[in-house]
Every structure is written in C-alpha cells, then in structure tokens.
C-alpha cells in the first residue's frame, strides 16, 4: 500500500495550456503540501493544507490552485503553464507538528 | 522569514571515509527534522531531533542538535555506496504555520 501516492509520475506539456496533479494519502494524516523541487534540488513549500482550510501560501503565483476535496486528497490545479514551472512537484502529508513528513514519489512536470 | 543554511552543497568521499553535513537556522528552532533524497527518488525522513544537545544514532549515522538549538549535523561513519543521495535538513517555517523550510541540501557522491 503506498501511502501518498502522486499521478501522474511525468507531465510533459505545452506552454499555455491547463494541467491537474493528484494527489491522495492513506494515512489519515491532517495535513498535506505541495513542494515544489526545482533543477538544483532546491525544496520549497508552496501550500499547506490542514483539515481543508489553506495554512499556507508561500509567493506562489495564482495560477497554481490546490483543490482539497476531503482529508485524504490534495489535488494541484496549474493553469497557463510557463517555462519556468518545469520542476519536480512533490505531495507530502504530516499527522502534526511533531511528525516527519511523508513524502508522494514526485510528478516531474516539463514545459515545452 | 525562517532560513536554514546547509552545508557543503557537494561532498565527494571515498567509500570508506566519514561524512558529515552542518545546518544553521537565523532563528531558534522547536525541532529540526532530517531527509534523504536517493538520485530520481523522493525525500525520506530519517528522524526527528527536538531537545537541545540532542544526539541520536542510527546504526553508522549520528544527529546533533546544537545546544542553542540553532544548528545541527548529521554524521555518517565508513560510508557505503548506499549513502549515495542528498540529505536535507529541516526546520519549521514558524508564524503558526505548519510548514518545513528545507536547506538546500548536501550531496553525497561516494567514489568506489
């Protein structure tokens, strides 16, 4: 049983166009984020999501929208896609403040 | 806002030989968590330090929380070549969110 799982695993896809990353733990973890990793392995936060409510919202531009349908599902919504969204994005969920955070296997997305 | 520091970025060693990767926060930290990412995989946590002068083991890996619990380390003794990958540190990104600020990373490259 994996336990946050991401699809798909790669994206490649024109500039200008709309795409969804899903995302689903089965944890009964609390919170889930999405990181975004770019080509030097750089990790950085871009939300946060605890019980569906948005925690966090790192200067992340507005085209990148999660949708959280229930607990266990946190889904990322990019829209007009540009070049520099190229980068691994990786769902992470955390059963709280003191706990490490599990980690999806990555959807790697590339922009043509 | 919260800024961990990692280094070095790059560490090459023979197998065999130790290693050894340093974090510095710019703030006091509750607790500072440890990941390692494999070359094409995702972050994986290693553990959770919370208490000042903290030191855990794991098997040939030993953790350090500073005493102002400001910094950390993390050190591998007589590496294999299944250290290979990068180990990141990680702290909490503070003002109530729930966030990790990761640093950049330490690459590990073990030469046989």
């Known amino acids: 049983d994996t336990a946050v799982s991401q699809t798909p695993k790669y994206l490649v896809t024109q500039m200008g166009n709309d795409k969804s990353i899903k995302c689903e733990q089965n944890l009964g973890h609390d919170t889930m984020y999405w990181y975004k990793q770019d080509s030097k392995k750089f990790l950085k936060i871009m939300f946060s999501y605890n019980n569906k409510e948005l925690i966090i919202n790192e200067t992340v531009p507005n085209r990148f929208s999660p949708k959280s349908p229930d607990k266990a599902h946190l889904n990322l919504h990019i829209n007009s896609l540009e070049l520099g969204d190229s980068a691994v994005y990786f769902c992470a969920s955390s059963g709280g403040h003191f706990y490490g955070y599990t980690f999806g296997s990555g959807t790697r997305l590339t922009v043509v | ?112």
């Open chain 2, 1 to 112: 806002g919260q800024q961990v520091m990692q280094i070095p970025q790059y560490q090459h060693v023979q197998e065999g030989e130790d290693f050894t990767t340093y974090c510095n926060s710019s703030t006091t930290l509750s607790n500072i968590q440890w990941y390692k990412q494999r070359p094409g995989g995702h972050p994986v946590f290693l553990i959770q330090l919370v208490k000042s002068g903290e030191v855990k083991k794991q098997k040939r890996l030993t953790f350090q929380f500073g005493e102002a619990k400001k910094n950390s380390s993390l050190h591998i003794t007589a590496t294999q070549t299944t250290d290979v990958g990068t180990y990141f540190c990680a702290g909490p990104s503070g003002g109530g969110a729930d966030g990790l600020t990761f640093g950049k990373g330490t690459h590990l490259i073990i030469q046989p």
